[in-house]
């Protein structure tokens, strides 16, 4: 149970937690007014399709997909926050599955990818609200929903894509019509790979943000 010496510490904690479930369960069920209430005006999304995108360009975006029959959806599992001394600023971790349906020649397929939600979220004029919203991606899988079905894929194509999200990628970009971005911060286990580097630039950002400082995420 995390412990607060003051009352605005704990209201900041528990704002957070129950705002980082709005872009997950809002979006999901398609309630877009409850996405959008737990941004501060201006803020950023950043995700393997979208790039860099204010969020409420995301939630166009998102609204497109799924007018053209993409099917996202999310597990949320376990949290952390942490937030500043003076209860100004806080980071969210977010462990959770990111599954999306795709048919790739023919095939339904699953792809599920297990990351990291990391929101940076700041009380300003009174209110919390998320600045930015980024990703660490992990690992991610194939899944047929026709057990026994075979599924080919270009494996050479496969090979160009990171670790971790590489079924996700693939299948984006199969699909979509869309550029996917190779250099997503991913696991400490890629190490020496540009997901590598930008999953360690990630952990400095959030480190700053709590300290204070003005970073461009």
Known sequence: MPQFDRQDKLVGFYSAVELKDGP????????????????????????????????????????????????????????????????KR???????????????????????????????????DGRWGARFVRHWYEKDKLIPTQPGTQLKLDLEKLKTYPDGYKYLAYCQETTMGVSVLKDMPGHRRHAGTP????????????KEWLEGGEIDV
């Open 24 to 87: 997950v369960i809002g979006g999901d069920a398609c309630e877009w007014e409850n996405f959008a209430s737990i941004f501060h005006e201006g803020a950023f999304v950043y995700t393997t399709w979208s790039g860099r995108v204010k969020y409420t360009d995301f939630i166009e975006g998102s609204k497109a997909g799924m007018d053209k029959g993409a099917f996202i959806m999310h597990r949320c599992h376990g949290t952390t926050t942490d937030i500043d001394p003076e209860a």
């Open 90 to 124: 806080a980071v969210t971790k977010m462990k959770a599955t990111i599954t999306q349906r795709f048919v790739i020649d023919g095939v339904e397929v699953d792809a599920e990818a297990d990351c990291r939600f990391c929101f940076f979220f700041e009380k300003i």
């Open 195 to 206: 997901s590598g580097d930008k999953h360690d630039l990630l952990y400095r950002l959030a």
